[in-house]
């Protein structure tokens, strides 16, 4: 077997083990939404990368009224989920370049290739959209589901080395706004609350336009 066939087939297995489980709740949504609309007062579209059971996006949409959110996964039942696809995240569809106005995902521990993915990202971002990415100590260490581990200061540099590529000219602003909530991942009766910590990579754009709302002082990508 190839082993991006393994990789498939060993992240179709595990979430199938957690199809009900959600790793990030609907507080932690409803503050990241709220966190978007700071920099996008009416975003229109939004996707949400390895979100198994499908809740992720409608939770976004509930929280931001008149946008439409869609989500990916691997899973079989994907295609069949409301507003969400069969995809591989690492990969950029024609239709999804510059077409939206964030991107979310607490699943980038779940990649094989962190540049890849972030490549797809960044490039399906709209002209002032937002990159949203959650970290927290589940994400540190790499494991046989998560391949791969970073501390915060290593996923800002992966992030901001592939912004440099992929967008060489623009400016990009990193905000990691205070106050997030903890995590208390819904399904998993055992599990303690999660510290969580989320990176807002905003893409280029005159600061009279979208204001950063939540007073950090963040250095730009």
């Known amino acids: 077997m190839e082993p991006y066939d393994e990789y498939l087939k060993l992240q179709r297995s595990t979430t199938d083990a957690k ?22 007062p009416f975003p229109q579209s939004g996707i949400c990368h390895g979100v198994r059971s499908g809740t992720e996006q409608l939770w976004f949409m509930e929280h931001l009224p008149g946008s439409r959110v869609i989500g990916t996964d691997v899973a079989h039942w994907s295609d069949n989920t409301p ?34 993915a972030l490549n797809a990202w960044i490039r399906s971002l709209s002209v002032g959209g937002v990159l949203v990415l959650t970290h927290s100590s589940d994400h540190v260490h790499p494991s046989v589901t998560d391949p791969t581990g970073r501390t915060l200061s290593q996923l800002i540099e992966s992030v901001n080395r592939v912004i440099r590529k992929v967008c060489p000219t623009e400016d990009w602003k990193l905000c990691i706004p205070p106050g997030a909530p903890d995590v208390v991942p819904p399904g998993f009766k055992a599990s303690a609350p999660k510290r969580a910590t989320h990176l807002f990579f905003t893409r280029s754009h005159p600061p009279a336009e979208h204001p950063c709302a939540c007073g950090c002082n963040a250095p730009s990508a």
């Open 83 to 116: 507003y969400q696809v069969m995809w591989d995240m690492h990969d950029m569809r024609p239709d999804w370049n510059e077409a939206f106005d964030f991107v979310y995902t607490n699943s980038w521990d779940h990649s094989y290739d962190l540049d890849k």
């Open 19 to 40: 199809h009900r489980r959600q790793w990030i709740d609907n507080t932690s949504i409803h503050w990241i939404a709220q966190r978007i609309k700071d920099r996008i």
